[in-house]
């Protein structure tokens, strides 16, 4: 009797601490996942919370139990004796069996409930073609008269199916956004799809998470997920641009300023007359100059631009919101690029 009460003793302080454990785990949860911008993201999320909650559970279960064994059959000095011989415990059998299977099964359940909701389209979904090629992703939205654009932007609150290619002479790749959950493989040959609704404004990688050659770790691109309103305006100005002459070439360095300024998506965001661009998602980049003079605190308006340019969400324009120019040109441009870009946006494109 007196080592069954023991072991529910031990079976109901080691629960107890699973439970806190799993309600601090819950609460201090580190940020070891990106952001979730998505409805999809925050389902996987829930379940992930779940998996974490009653994996501590049984965690402190187990080790609670074995901490517990190892002190109170611990052999005692001068005790040479074997131990005890033990043969099966049916009623333990079956505890530990049936618990497993319950938890298993529920979680299956869960998950399958989770990939059906997640893999279900709506009516009135959007689509957009994805290409996957050494070392570069590209988008078209084919039900938007075909537009082709560098980055990627997205209307917040709308699904959308991406299908996914890569050419027949190219090589597998993997198509991962982290903050939206989602990665699908881009098999040459072989079209995939798979699905997100963004919801989140802001900007998040998108990579490739197939090793595909040399150039794998820069196959590196932009998700901008703006308001719906924007988003029309930043698509009608990707059309606009698709027909537009390519910018005018003069002067030294200007003309590569000119290529990574539509190249890097900027066209898209920013009216800028000399490159034709006449995006309104950002400020007007014909003023800089003043901008920089208003903004700058002190800075020269180089200094400004460049800090615009690297690290956005520094000092926001009146009248636009944070969060929406990427924030990433300050990796993915070589400092020479931003360099040109400073002086081709300050000297209103040479
Ligand atoms: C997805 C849209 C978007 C893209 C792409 C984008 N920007 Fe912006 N940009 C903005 C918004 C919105 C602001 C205003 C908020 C702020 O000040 O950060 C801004 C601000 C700026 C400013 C400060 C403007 C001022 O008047 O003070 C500069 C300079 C700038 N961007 C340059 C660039 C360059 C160069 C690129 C390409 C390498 C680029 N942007 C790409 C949206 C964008
Ligand atoms: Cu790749």
Redesign the pocket.
């Known amino acids: 009797m007196r080592s069954v009460s023991a072991f529910a003793k031990v079976g109901i302080s080691t629960l107890v601490a699973g439970a806190i454990g799993a309600v601090l785990a819950a609460w201090w949860l580190p940020d070891w996942l990106p952001p979730a911008a998505g409805i999809e993201a925050d389902r996987e999320d829930t379940l992930y919370l779940w998996l974490l909650v009653v994996s501590a559970v049984i965690f402190c279960t187990v080790v609670g139990f074995l901490g517990y064994s190892m002190w109170k059959f611990r052999a005692r000095p001068g005790d040479m004796s074997d131990g005890a011989p033990i043969h099966g415990h049916t009623g333990l059998e079956i505890i530990w069996t049936v618990i497993p299977i319950i938890i298993v099964l529920g979680f299956a359940v869960a998950a399958t409930i989770v990939l059906n909701k997640n893999e279900s389209l709506k009516q009135g979904h959007m689509v957009v073609n994805v290409t996957g090629r050494q070392f570069a992703w590209s988008f078209t939205f084919p039900k938007r008269g075909h537009v082709h654009t560098g980055?990627l932007?997205l209307p917040a609150g709308r699904q959308v199916e991406f299908r996914l290619h890569a050419p027949d002479t190219d090589v597998i790749h993997s198509f991962k956004i982290p903050a939206l959950r989602i990665g699908e493989d881009v098999v040459p040959g072989t079209p995939t799809t798979v699905d997100a609704t963004p919801t989140r404004l802001g900007t998040y990688a998108i990579v490739c998470a197939e090793l595909c050659g040399i150039g794998h770790s820069q196959m590196r691109n932009i998700l901008?997920v703006m308001k719906p309103d924007d988003w029309n305006r930043w698509l009608a100005q990707q059309k606009k641009l698709a027909k537009a002459p390519p910018p005018s070439q003069s002067g030294n360095g200007t003309t590569d300023a000119a290529a990574t300024?539509s190249s890097?998506?900027?066209s898209?965001?920013?009216t800028f007359k000399p490159a034709n661009a006449a995006g309104t998602?950002?400020?007007d980049?014909d003023n800089?100059t003043a901008?920089a003079a208003k903004?700058g605190k002190g800075e020269t308006a180089e200094q400004y631009?460049r800090e615009?340019?690297v690290d956005?969400?520094k000092?926001?324009?009146s009248g636009?919101?944070?969060g929406?120019?990427?924030t990433t040109?300050g990796t993915s441009?070589s400092s020479a690029q931003i360099d040109a870009?400073v002086s081709y946006?300050l000297k209103g494109g040479g």
């Open positions: 980055i932007a901008v300024f890097a998506g900027c898209g965001c920013h998602v950002g400020p980049l800089l901008d903004y631009v615009s340019i956005p969400d000092v926001i324009v636009f919101q944070p929406v120019m990427p040109f441009l870009l946006l």
